[in-house]
């Protein structure tokens, strides 16, 4: 064991004695740490095999009879009316026939940003290596020597037919002379309902084909031993895909850039392919997700499938760009003056009451419910600041910095002070002790978790620049864990949870379940990068602040589109809620890990309570829609976590929140929710006082602000942690300049425009 000191601070490192993930044993000797988890494909560095690999429009598994194959499409409501489910009957496997079954092993041996290459076999040679690519109609194979292919039929029927759709080897033991041929199988879902898809085999010249009984024997000529598998669109496709077949996927990447003086974001993904037969296309096929194709310019084939996620649109080229714009983010409202019945002694009284739970009973040995401490008290900083109650904010500060410093410094014996971090060399990923969501054990969590902890550091490091010479470190430990933007560091992967293709975070460490990976809680998810990007900010680091900025703009884009279903295009038209409690990857689930009572399946989407889940109120109808939509499900108002709900209720019908204020009620309901008593209060007032959230002004030279618009004024919020005062400049849509606004350092303005 060894203790790692970083200024004042401090983690364990290398102590078995600890809570220590399941060992990612499943992968090639050239494979070395750190390894991403929390994706859609790491079931199969912890299994024999795997568990589901959804890259969409695929599902596929490892099994005993080789790579399971489907394409599910966008699946079907369970008889409960609760989940959307796509399970059913593989419609293929894919194997060798000279494998050793019992033997046989799946191992990862290489990936990109979104795409993972797996060997299978029962020795060291890659008898079937397998490229899967998010987003991809294909998946690519390589063979070993002396290492035939075959495909073994599992629907009910199967027709195999040719480019003129003319039907081919009907009967046993025929055989032809092709390097390609389509599939169109009948099948069972787990509802029972039958359904038709089309798949394509792509192989090389002088290839032969036979059918025994329910197998297709691929000999191919020499010693090319490769094969591209495709889920058409339609039957009458295979030509079109055959051009494409042979440009296989060797890398993803995925690079964004930030630009500040027009409030873009623009997120490039480009595949690198190797054509495998001279005379045939190098570019692929790429299928581009709702949030991905509702914010692009790049031109679409026309084809698309169904999917879980909606209508995947095909793009045919090796790289496409999205561009979203980013709204601004801050910490904290200005105060809310303008907004009627509100009180600044009710919120001095506020802040009291929180200081008074927490002085004495401040630390937690579980590093989640830590933050739910941290939180209350980083936003009451940033209010007892604007009110010039200095010895209110001290005090919060300084119980922020008990509770931060305490975690950041291993202290010695666990059994007498069990808050410490310490850092697991197999996966290079950074645990806190304690704790029931796993973190450890599971690699689950870890952007929830270490959210809360990296945006109260970063306030806190604001005001206390011994803090931030001191344990800085630390907290760059933890984001770099969660959203590192280095792709060398050799102690964490690039962006570990973040699916940069889906563009939102997977919870769970290893995806090891039939529907792979999942994600609950949507804003709480994007709390890491919200931190991040105020960190960056105060230590004038670009990167953190890019990376910050691109993910809570992809993620809030993407949790409006698979979480709420925003423009009603994605989900099937019978599912009867308009949320999802949790999205899986080939599942929606109307439900939580712990509740089914609404309250708990709309509001933990709606936590923690803070300016950045302001995005949801762009769309002021939209917003009052999801909440009418809550009601509706609950069969009437709220009855608990109010200091949740009504926030949210403010983003579209803020005279509505206000007129439920009662914190006794709220206390009454939750502990955590009386500590968030002045947040709520501040909240909601701000959203009476100014409106409704627009992206009708912005800034070219300042990305710490929020615009809102109230009766044709529009009111801008503006945070400036630096040491010195910041001009900011404000432009409408047509690039005019409509205000300069001066921001002392270390001050939050409210300016009308």
């Not at 912890?46 to 599902?59: H, W, Y």
């Not at 390609?180 to 199988?185: A, K, N, P, R, S």
Request: charged share 20%; with cysteine; proline share 4%.
């Amino acid at each position: 064991m060894d203790i790692v000191h970083i200024g004042s601070g401090s983690f364990k490192a290398g102590d078995t004695g600890c809570y220590l993930p399941v060992s990612p044993l499943f992968k090639t000797k050239n494979l070395k740490t750190p390894i991403p988890s929390n994706g859609w494909w790491q079931s199969i560095l912890v299994k024999q095999l795997s568990d589901g690999i959804v890259s969409l429009p695929f599902r596929l598994q490892y099994t005993s009879r080789g790579l399971s194959i489907m394409n599910p499409g966008a699946g079907f409501v369970n008889h409960d009316q609760t989940t959307v489910i796509t399970e059913g009957k593989p419609d293929l496997y894919l194997a060798v026939e000279n494998i050793n079954v019992p033997q046989m092993v799946a191992r990862v041996c290489e990936y990109g940003d979104w795409s993972v290459t797996a060997v299978l076999s029962d020795d060291d040679t890659a008898k079937m290596k397998t490229t899967f690519v998010k987003g991809a109609p294909y998946i690519f194979n390589e063979f070993g020597d002396d290492c035939t292919p075959y495909i073994f039929l599992n629907g009910i029927s199967t027709r195999i037919f040719d480019d003129g759709n003319n039907s081919i080897l009907i009967s046993d033991n025929d055989s032809i002379f092709t390097d390609h041929v389509g599939l169109e199988i009948s099948n069972t879902d787990a509802a029972g309902f039958t359904y038709v898809r089309w798949y394509g085999i792509f192989s090389p010249e002088g290839s032969v084909f036979k059918r025994v009984a329910d197998k297709i024997i691929i000999q191919m000529a020499g010693r090319e031993n490769y094969l591209s598998l495709a889920t058409l669109t339609a039957d009458n496709d295979l030509y079109y895909f055959y051009q494409h077949a042979y440009a296989f996927v060797k890398d993803t990447k995925v690079n964004y850039n930030c630009d500040d003086a027009s409030a873009f974001v623009t997120t490039t993904f480009k595949v690198t392919t190797q054509v495998k037969r001279s005379g045939f296309s190098a570019d692929t096929l790429m299928c581009l997700f709702p949030h991905q194709w509702k914010s692009t310019a790049v031109s679409l084939t026309g084809l698309d499938y169904s999917s879980i996620r909606g209508r995947l649109k095909v793009h045919e080229g090796n790289s496409f760009a999205t561009q979203n714009i980013f709204p601004g983010i801050i910490p904290q409202f200005g105060e809310p003056v303008g907004s009627e019945g509100y009180n600044r002694t009710d919120t001095v009284s506020y802040i009291k009451n929180l200081i008074a739970m927490l002085q004495n009973d401040y630390l937690i040995d579980d590093p989640y419910w830590q933050g739910k401490n941290l939180h209350p008290l980083t936003q009451a900083v940033l209010i007892a600041d604007q009110l010039e109650e200095i010895v209110l904010r001290d005090e919060c500060l300084s119980l922020l910095k008990n509770i931060l410093t305490d975690w950041f410094t291993y202290h010695g014996d666990p059994s007498e002070k069990p808050r410490f971090l310490y850092y697991s060399g197999e996966w290079g990923a950074m645990q806190g002790n304690g704790g029931d969501h796993g973190m450890a054990v599971w690699m689950s969590d870890h952007h929830y978790v270490w959210g809360y902890f990296i945006y109260a550091a970063a306030i806190l490091a604001a005001y206390d620049k011994e803090f931030l010479t001191g344990y800085g470190g630390i907290v760059e430990h933890l984001i770099r864990d969660v959203g590192n933007p280095c792709r060398d560091d050799s102690m964490y992967p690039f962006v570990r949870g973040f699916d940069v293709y889906e563009g939102h975070s997977w919870a769970g460490g290893y995806g090891d379940n039939y529907d792979s990976n999942n994600q609950e809680a949507a804003c709480e998810g994007l709390l890491a990068y919200v931190g991040e990007y105020f960190w960056g900010l105060i230590t004038n680091n670009k990167a953190y602040c890019d990376l910050g900025k691109w993910v809570y703009t992809l993620g809030f884009n993407s949790i409006l589109q698979y979480w709420f279903d925003i423009d009603g295009e994605n989900w099937l038209t019978n599912y009867p809620h308009r949320v999802a409690g949790q999205v899986w990857g080939s599942r929606y689930v109307y439900d939580t890990y712990f509740s089914k009572d609404p309250n708990c399946i709309y509001g933990i989407h709606w936590l923690p309570v803070a300016p950045y889940i302001t995005f949801y109120g762009l769309w002021p109808e939209a917003a009052r829609k999801i909440y009418n939509d809550f009601l509706a499900e609950k069969g009437g108002p709220e009855d608990g976590w109010y200091h949740i709900i009504w926030p949210f209720q403010s983003l579209g019908d803020p005279k509505g929140a206000i007129a439920k204020w009662d914190p006794d009620l709220i206390a009454g309901d939750d502990k955590n929710g009386q500590k968030e008593w002045s947040n709520t209060y501040w909240f909601i007032h701000n959203m009476n006082a100014c409106g409704y959230r627009t992206q009708e002004i912005w800034s070219p030279n300042w990305s710490c602000y929020q615009v809102f618009r109230k009766n044709g004024q529009y009111t801008a919020h503006i945070w400036n942690p630096t040491g010195a005062a910041q001009s900011v400049v404000f432009r409408d849509t047509t690039g005019n300049i409509v205000g300069f606004v001066t921001v002392p350092a270390m001050k939050t303005i409210t300016a009308n425009l």
